[in-house]
């Protein structure tokens, strides 16, 4: 943890998942994350593209980064404030 009380380095690795579960799992965490934790995303549906940043537009949450690398799709998100 942090100094600021935010939860770093937490990585959920929903690859292999398919929509919604890679959201689901993403809004588990932010329900009881901290403001301002920031968290990872791992997953390899596509589908995800599309969820993850509307999910997260949604709610107030950032989607701060965005990367692929083959299948793999990885999101760095930090929670509302």
Avoid: W
């Avoid at 403001?35 to 593209?49: K, Y």
Wanted: overall charge positive; proline content about 6%; aromatic content about 4%.
């Amino acid at each position: 943890m942090a100094q600021d009380g935010t939860r770093e380095g937490q990585v959920i690795d929903a690859r292999g998942l398919n929509c919604p579960l890679p959201v689901l799992r993403l809004r588990k965490y932010l329900l009881t994350a901290p403001p301002g934790a920031v968290v990872e995303l791992l997953a390899t549906d596509r589908a995800a593209l599309k969820d993850v940043p509307s999910f997260c537009a949604a709610h107030g949450h950032v989607v701060e980064t965005l990367a692929s690398q083959g299948n793999d799709l990885r999101f760095r998100v930090t929670a509302a404030a």
